[in-house]
């Protein structure tokens, strides 16, 4: 931002505090708080989605838009949108980001999630609100196409009918919580050396890597690392990702009616990138169950067309 952009902001903030009886001296503990700052960061991928998805798609043939709605109404809220032009089909994009801490290299093999020695990166995606009445089970499962009991296990749950993408940015997935210097927790970024490893084997900018390499305790390069894997963005359609027999992906509710195919996206899909120590060297690691680059979303989208 330049001189003026950076007065315009901090006068927009300041202007938006005051009309909420916000104190700004407290304004940095409010957003750093762990019930606050998830919230924010969420909101912050969905436009980050967007701007993304306007540089990558081109404009003759698809249209991005970033609705405004209230899920409270009812209408089911829509992260960003694409829309096909020559079809007009429309293509709603769920945005969510890594679980905390979600990166991991399996321990043990695990049926419809990885092999022993897979690098893999949990996504959350859960609904945020669960229905608890008898008379909005009713009315919730009717939508979801479900028994009562069907919803009542899986209230926390989405359908892949619910949107037809889901984005996750991968950079969550190394973040901890922590102390600040004065002692408050707040979210740090903090890979495990096994993170590291795989950060690297992404191939980050070169004063990156090699700073990565050393792994020299320095602001700048924490802060690169940082945006680097905040970058590394994934697309899955959410027929992939839900139990069901062609997806393999098996229920992990104890509870379940139908662990093979009971149509519902589990709380932690992951993106599983395979035993990265078998892959040659240089070869960058990929995802391995039908998750792809956010560079790939041009192609993607198209083939997704012929499935909605």
Not at 18 to 36: E, H, Q
Not at 57 to 81: F, R
Not at 121 to 146: H, L, N, P, Q, Y
Not at 215 to 226: K, P
Request: a neutral charge; charged letters at 30%.
């Amino acid at each position: 931002m330049n001189t003026p952009q950076k007065e315009q902001w901090i006068s927009d903030m300041r202007e938006y505090c005051r009309s909420l009886n916000i104190s700004t001296n407290d304004l940095y503990r409010i957003v750093t708080d762990l019930k606050i700052a998830p919230m924010i960061r969420g909101k912050a991928f969905e436009f980050s989605m967007y701007s993304r998805l306007r540089q990558i798609l081109s404009v003759e043939e698809w249209t991005v838009t970033k609705p405004v709605m209230n899920a409270q109404t009812g209408v089911p809220d829509i992260d960003v949108m694409v829309k096909h032009n020559l079809t007009n089909k429309i293509i709603s994009i769920e945005c969510k980001l890594a679980s905390k801490g979600g990166f991991g290299v399996a321990k043990k093999a695990q049926e419809g999630v990885a092999k022993k020695g897979d690098y893999f990166v949990k996504v959350k995606c859960m609904r945020s609100r669960t229905t608890k009445t008898d008379e909005r089970v009713e009315s919730a499962a009717k939508k979801f196409g479900v028994s009562k009991e069907a919803f009542r296990v899986h209230s926390d749950q989405y359908r892949a009918s619910n949107f037809n993408v889901v984005a996750t940015s991968i950079g969550n997935a190394f973040y901890e919580t922590g102390e600040d210097e004065d002692g408050n927790q707040m979210y740090k970024f903090q890979p495990t050396e096994e993170g590291k490893q795989f950060i690297k084997r992404l191939k980050p900018p070169l004063d990156t890597e090699v700073a990565l390499q050393e792994f020299v305790d320095d602001s700048d390069t924490e802060t690169a690392l940082q945006e680097f894997v905040y970058n590394k963005v994934y697309l899955a359609s959410s027929l992939d990702i839900a139990v069901s027999k062609e997806s393999s992906i098996v229920c992990g509710k104890r509870a379940c009616l139908d662990k093979y195919n009971c149509g519902f996206i589990p709380n932690y899909p992951v993106i599983n990138f395979g035993n990265i120590e078998e892959l040659l060297p240089g070869v960058i690691p990929s995802p391995k169950n039908r998750w792809v680059e956010i560079e790939k979303a041009q192609l993607f989208l198209k083939e997704l067309l012929a499935r909605i």
